[in-house]
């Protein structure tokens, strides 16, 4: 029966070859270089008293810099277990999984249509990797057990003991996660008492670990500079912008273009779905077509004004950012809209729902905090995935004639991104090699004009900019500090 079972998911075995291969083939980065020195033996020894609260994340994050195999090994372990749980929420909702093998690449091709500003500081940054994917694994879990304590009220014991560490060690990587945690949670067992008069046990337990998971993060002295405006990074307001006025401009401006525009490629498939079973339900005309408008709407926009005229160069002006923020939050309320139209079961119905009605609750606590980025809203990207997913899943796109696409698509993706970072880790290394051979050469030498590494857009900063970066740069790959290193300029924008 085990080994029936491990059979059925063979597909693995390429899966984790190809992360592994990737996690070899990327180089440190960024912040990664300051983690492997001193630098990471003083946060650690220090308990990241004067950083933040995500002490799993950094700990990951200073023995990988310094074990290569660690990194390798933690690297896939995560990237597959995000895998393996959407596939398992999705089964809890569609019934039992038939074709596993099919299915699993299917969601590897989905998840590699991640946007390049997002994989730059996920994917392809150890430091980014380590906390917004442990975290957003551990959200995954704790809102498969939810939705299980919903519908059949109680959870295996061994079930149990997952969701409690999920909630506890997955608050020590990510502030807006661990509060997402706590609310999805919260959610949960509000839901249920009305649902049912009473309160349940396993739910309390699960919050309850959060809870304590939340405030051994938050106690981090850190967190009072922050709120306090002392912290030199993040900050909640600033001298010349309050903390309503930087809400709101948040609102209407990042959240607009990370959770729609970024994304929009995976949006568009989500919408050509819902599109196509609209189209074979039996709602009048007049539903239909603005439904398709509003789905059409972000899109079209995206493709021929957005893009063209440049609105995300032109978002301090005032029309700009209002016409950005309407059709984003017309694209949105209509995914609702359609989902709850369409010809779906009501279980899967409110599962999507559920799913699109996540993405405010997770994102809100970044309208406090600054600066936001790409990779804060990784978890959204993984949200529509799994919409996504459902939506291929439930049409059954998975007869014969469907099978070879999707496996030359997901050999196609992989192939590219092996592809892709063996070229980036050559160049690496060269660069490198070329640098001490110029040193060894000429004892002398002041200034070295040094190459950035192709593909950059997929990785956070390789190439250092500031003179402090620089310092740590030369001194991770020990080249002399008397050395000026200088790079052409980039042409990410």
């Given at each position: 029966m085990l080994l029936e079972r491990i059979l059925r998911y063979r597909i693995l075995l390429p899966i984790i070859i190809f992360y592994f291969v990737m996690s070899v083939l990327t180089p440190l980065t960024h912040d990664?270089?300051?983690?492997?020195?001193?630098?990471?033996?003083?946060?650690?020894?220090?308990?990241?008293?004067?950083?933040?609260?995500?002490?799993?994340?950094?700990?990951?994050?200073?023995?990988?810099?310094?074990?290569?195999?660690?990194?390798?090994?933690?690297?896939?372990?995560?990237?597959?277990?995000?895998?393996?749980?959407?596939?398992?929420?999705?089964?809890?909702?569609?019934?039992?999984?038939?074709?596993?093998?099919?299915?699993?690449?299917?969601?590897?091709?989905?998840?590699?249509?991640?946007?390049?500003?997002?994989?730059?500081?996920?994917?392809?940054?150890?430091?980014?990797?380590?906390?917004?994917?442990?975290?957003?694994?551990?959200?995954?879990?704790?809102?498969?057990?939810?939705?299980?304590?919903?519908?059949?009220?109680?959870?295996?014991?061994?079930?149990?003991?997952?969701?409690?560490?999920?909630?506890?060690?997955?608050?020590?990587?990510?502030?807006?996660?661990?509060?997402?945690?706590?609310?999805?949670?919260?959610?949960?067992?509000?839901?249920?008492?009305?649902?049912?008069?009473?309160?349940?046990?396993?739910?309390?337990?699960?919050?309850?670990?959060?809870?304590?998971?939340?405030?051994?993060?938050?106690?981090?002295?850190?967190?009072?500079?922050?709120?306090?405006?002392?912290?030199?990074?993040?900050?909640?307001?600033?001298?010349?912008q309050g903390l309503l006025s930087r809400m709101v401009r948040t609102l209407l401006t990042q959240f607009p273009e990370h959770i729609i525009y970024q994304s929009i490629l995976i949006l568009i498939i989500i919408a050509a779905l819902l599109g196509f079973i609209l189209y074979r339900s039996t709602l009048p005309l007049y539903v239909k077509g603005l439904l398709y408008a509003g789905l059409a709407s972000a899109p079209l926009y995206m493709f021929f004004i957005r893009m063209p005229l440049d609105f995300k160069l032109r978002l301090q002006e005032a029309p700009v950012i209002m016409i950005d923020f309407t059709v984003a939050i017309l694209f949105y309320l209509t995914l609702i809209a359609s989902v709850y139209y369409v010809a779906l079961s009501s279980r899967i119905k409110a599962y999507l729902i559920m799913l699109l009605l996540t993405i405010p609750i997770m994102v809100a606590p970044l309208l406090i905090v600054q600066p936001i980025g790409p990779r804060n809203f990784y978890s959204v990207f993984i949200i529509y995935v799994m919409i996504a997913f459902v939506l291929l899943r439930y049409l059954e796109l998975h007869r014969l004639e469907w099978q070879w696409f999707v496996k030359v698509l997901a050999v196609t993706f992989a192939s590219a991104y092996v592809i892709m970072f063996l070229i980036i880790a050559i160049a690496d290394h060269m660069r490198i090699a070329k640098v001490h051979r110029a040193a060894a050469e000429n004892p002398n030498l002041k200034t070295y004009h040094m190459q950035r590494l192709p593909f950059e857009a997929y990785m956070q900063r390789s190439s250092p900019e500031t003179k402090r970066r620089k310092s740590i740069f030369k001194t991770y790959y020990e080249i002399p500090q008397k050395i000026k290193i200088t790079f052409p300029p980039s042409n990410q924008k």
């Open positions: 990664d270089l300051e983690w492997a020195t001193s630098y990471g033996t003083q946060m650690f020894h220090s308990f990241y008293e004067t950083l933040n609260g995500r002490y799993l994340g950094n700990t990951f994050e200073v023995i990988a810099t310094r074990i290569a195999l660690f990194r390798y090994v933690i690297y896939v372990l995560f990237a597959v277990g995000i895998l393996i749980i959407i596939q398992k929420s999705v089964d809890d909702i569609l019934g039992k999984d038939r074709h596993p093998n099919y299915h699993v690449l299917l969601l590897i091709t989905l998840i590699l249509l991640i946007p390049s500003t997002i994989y730059s500081q996920i994917y392809g940054w150890f430091a980014g990797f380590f906390n917004y994917v442990p975290a957003t694994l551990g959200a995954l879990i704790i809102l498969r057990y939810c939705i299980k304590l919903m519908n059949r009220g109680k959870l295996y014991w061994w079930e149990m003991c997952i969701m409690m560490l999920a909630a506890l060690l997955g608050q020590w990587f990510m502030e807006s996660i661990t509060l997402f945690n706590i609310a999805i949670i919260t959610i949960a067992a509000i839901a249920f008492y009305i649902k049912y008069k009473k309160h349940l046990k396993q739910l309390i337990i699960a919050f309850v670990s959060a809870l304590v998971g939340a405030v051994i993060m938050f106690t981090n002295p850190q967190y009072i500079k922050i709120f306090g405006g002392e912290s030199d990074y993040q900050k909640v307001s600033s001298d010349d």
